[in-house]
């Protein structure tokens, strides 16, 4: 049997992050791009330079690259995308903002299928059109197409070409839309507002010591900023460790907790661990202090418990093969418990609590 191997977004062999950054001509998209160049480590492609470069270069569609852009009308997509493949393929990053690009359908498809590669979000630079020529008027970089008759085009082509692929993107639910009409640095609050949110990645944390764990681990859960791991839950013997997330270390865990660990654990609100002992069918929680677990409740229905979720001072606690869950309320005084049945011919393979479970 092959190995399944995930081609998208593969450029080279490389594995890539491409951000389409779109918004009318003079909205900042290249102001807003230098500024995450600095911050996030992308690499900045603007179709509108590469072209720009091109006709430079002398190449032998410059002097047509050099008359569309004076009409203010959009390159063959194939000149383009090439460009911005030999760019990317050039550079030794893999993440790229792809800026002024694509401005048609046509260039959104050729892109697609000469690259395969699917944007993860489009920056869309949303601003009013008297603003945009205000400011491409004072741009003052000797662009050829910064005249008002050439912006005049460009904003046709941009209403009629541009605005659709942002809202195919829309649909697909990629596109992140900026108020681009507020201060250079505001614009920028909100850019970074989303970069922060939407590139977090997992992050290595000092590994386990090798040989503190000989078996698979059968429960991790957070409690007070810790992650207390155990890998057996029954009477045998059993191992255990505790990671401090802010210390960044593990350590072994008390031997209190550890020996009494004997069913399925859940912490409530990260506050306090209850589990279940599973031959007896007791409710415990673990007390600190002491380094010793308190019965809460006992029942014949909690024996044999398999796993269990806590939220909003009750205990879910899936039981009989998954056929029953056992709802504990161990906020009540006594506790109260009752059964929930999953639909007839269905069994429960994991249990979650959802915030909204209320005590109402
Ligand atoms: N938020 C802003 N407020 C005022 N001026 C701005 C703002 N952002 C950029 N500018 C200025 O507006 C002009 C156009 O900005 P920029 O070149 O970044 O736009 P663009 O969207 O990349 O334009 P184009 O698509 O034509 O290349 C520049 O002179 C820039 O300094
Ligand atoms: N995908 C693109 C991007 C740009 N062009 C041409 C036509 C534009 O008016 C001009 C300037 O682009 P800008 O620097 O404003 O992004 O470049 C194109 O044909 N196709």
Redesign the pocket.
Known sequence: MGTAVDTQNMENGRKVTVIFVL?G???????QCANIVQNFGFTHLSA?DLLRAEIKSGSENGTMIQSMIKEGKIVPSEVTVKLLQLAMQESGNDKFLI??FPRNEENRETFESVTGIEPEFVLF?DCPEEEMEK??L??NQGREDDNLETIKKRFKVYMESSLPVVAYYSLKDKVRKID?A???EA?FEDVKAIFNSTTEEWEKVSSLRVGRFSRETTDAIGWHGRLCMVNVKGDTAKQGAIYSAEQDLWGDMKEGMLSGWRGPAAAMDEEMIYLVDESKGVVRKYNEETDGWVDVVESDRLRGAQQMAARGGRLCVVCKDGSEIVVVDVMASPPQMWVVEPPQGFNVAAVHVLPRMSRT
């Open positions: 918004g001509p003079g909205s900042g998209k290249g102001t509108g800026d002024g630079f400011r491409l004072t741009r681009a507020k201060q250079a614009v």
